[in-house]
């Protein structure tokens, strides 16, 4: 699978958080007034729930915003099915999942597989699931670290584009997931906005479990 070939034009970033929303900020950072240099720009911002800071994030970057709650459906399905069209509304090239804490469905993956790019805060295959960084402390690795990789139908499975490393210390003890986050965070949003800029800009092939970057057409 492959991106279409890198246009003049900026690719277009929907991006999907749950929480504070430092990732999506870094990604705005660097973008800044020159979509055109970066090779993007967010052109919408969702959340699964209301009130999130990610949110309010984008709405002082005077970006359009959607709140698709998985409370608000009858089932699942409908769920996914309206966050589908949500995020299709706004035509993206990619779709970043910045900390968004819900399992895409069928539907989603239909839409938008192959363009979906996720961040997550251990060094995959380790670690997958919700509690990444309390999974790796508890389980008394040295190293850990964050990974930015495209999503497919299991739960942070899918190719991977870019990892960071970060050192476990003796002062991270289990009561300091939340210091040791931070931690993975510094690396994380650094490698997530040159993980977009690489992906919108050179382009990208996916074979099997590999991503390549910048072959299009090769
Ligand atoms: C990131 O570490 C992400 O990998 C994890 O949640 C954190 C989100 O941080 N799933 P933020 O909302 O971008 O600040």
Not at 56 to 75: I, K, M, N, S, Y
Not at 136 to 156: E, I, M, Q, R
Request: glycine share 12%; net charge negative; charged share 25%.
């Amino acid at each position: 699978m492959a991106s279409p070939p890198p246009s003049a034009a900026p690719a277009r970033l929907v991006v999907l958080v749950s929480g504070s929303g430092t990732n999506l900020q870094a990604l705005l950072d660097a973008i800044g007034d020159d979509p055109e240099g970066y090779g993007a720009q967010v052109v919408a911002v969702g959340a699964d729930r209301h009130g999130t800071a990610g949110i309010e994030r984008a709405e002082r970057a005077g970006l359009p915003t959607f709140v698709c709650r998985v409370g608000d459906h009858a089932t699942r399905e409908d769920w996914d099915a309206a966050l589908t069209g949500a995020v299709a509304e706004h035509r993206p090239d990619l779709v970043v999942s910045a900390g968004f804490m819900k399992i895409v469905g069928k539907e989603f993956l239909a839409a938008f597989g192959g363009r979906i790019v996720n961040t997550h805060p251990a060094l995959l295959p380790s670690f997958p699931g919700a509690h990444g960084v309390r999974d790796a402390l508890a389980y008394g690795v040295k190293v850990t670290g964050c990974t930015v990789h495209f999503v497919d139908d299991g739960v942070d499975t899918g190719p991977i584009i870019a990892q960071g490393v970060v050192e476990v210390t003796e002062e991270d003890t289990a009561e300091g997931e939340a210091a040791l986050h931070e931690r993975i965070k510094e690396v994380e949003r650094k490698l997530l906005v040159e993980a977009v800029r690489r992906l919108a800009r050179d382009g990208y092939r996916i074979e099997g479990r590999k991503v390549h970057l910048g072959h299009v057409g090769e």
